[in-house]
């Protein structure tokens, strides 16, 4: 299952801020297949 990037506890700020660009693209490409996918479930769950 692929899920959006989560900050990591003692990760140091200067490693934060050079990953963040590349996670910020990457959870949002993954929220945005996740959320129609999401929305069907709990269409046919109800």
Aim: proline share 4%.
């Amino acid at each position: 299952m692929i899920t959006p990037v989560k900050a990591i506890k003692g990760q140091c700020q200067q490693i934060k801020n050079w990953d963040k660009a590349a996670d910020d693209l990457f959870s949002k490409a993954v929220s945005r297949v996740r959320q129609p996918i999401e929305s069907l479930f709990n269409w046919l769950i109800v």
